[in-house]
C-alpha cells in the first residue's frame, strides 16, 4: 500500500522559508515522478512542482519559479520542497503526489493532476504579512 507523507509545514511570515518533505513507502519511490500541488479550501488544486523519477527534470507553475526547488532523495524514498521568498498568498495546504509518468519531458503532463494516482494528507503553509 502506498503511502505519502508530508511534513515541514508551519506558520512563518513573509519573506521567510520553509522545506517541505514528503516520505514515501509502499513502492519503488525511484521509479516514480513525484508533484506537489496546494489546495486552500474552496479553491482548485494548484500545481507547483514536479520532479521525474531520476532528478534530472523538474518543473515549476509560474507563480512560484526562482522562489521554489524541488529535489529529491532515492535513497530515503523522500522528496522535498524548499519554499523561499515566501508570501501571503503562498497560504495553503501542499499536496505531494505520486506518478508512473513515462514522457517526463512533457510538462503538461508533469503538472496535470490527474496523472498522479497516490497523494498525500498534506501540511499546511500558512504565511503572514
Known amino acids: 500500500q502506498v503511502q505519502l507523507v508530508e511534513s515541514g509545514g508551519g506558520l512563518v511570515q513573509a519573506g521567510g522559508s520553509l522545506r517541505l518533505s514528503c516520505a514515501a513507502s509502499g513502492r519503488t519511490f525511484s521509479s516514480y515522478a513525484m508533484g506537489w500541488f496546494r489546495q486552500a479550501p474552496g479553491k482548485e488544486r494548484e500545481f507547483v512542482a514536479a520532479?521525474?523519477?531520476?532528478?534530472?527534470?523538474?518543473y515549476y507553475a509560474d507563480s512560484v519559479k526562482g522562489r521554489f526547488t524541488t529535489s529529491r532523495d532515492n535513497a530515503k524514498n523522500t522528496v522535498y520542497l524548499q519554499i523561499n521568498s515566501l508570501k501571503p498568498e503562498d497560504t495553503d495546504v501542499y499536496c505531494c503526489?505520486?506518478?508512473?509518468?513515462?514522457?517526463?519531458?512533457?510538462?503538461?503532463?508533469?503538472?496535470?493532476?490527474?496523472?498522479?494516482?497516490?497523494w498525500g494528507q498534506g501540511t499546511q503553509v500558512t504565511v503572514t504579512s
Open positions: 503526489a505520486e506518478a508512473l509518468i513515462y514522457d517526463y519531458s512533457n510538462s503538461d503532463t508533469m503538472a496535470a493532476p490527474n496523472s498522479y494516482d497516490y
Open positions: 520532479i521525474n523519477w531520476s532528478g534530472g527534470n523538474t
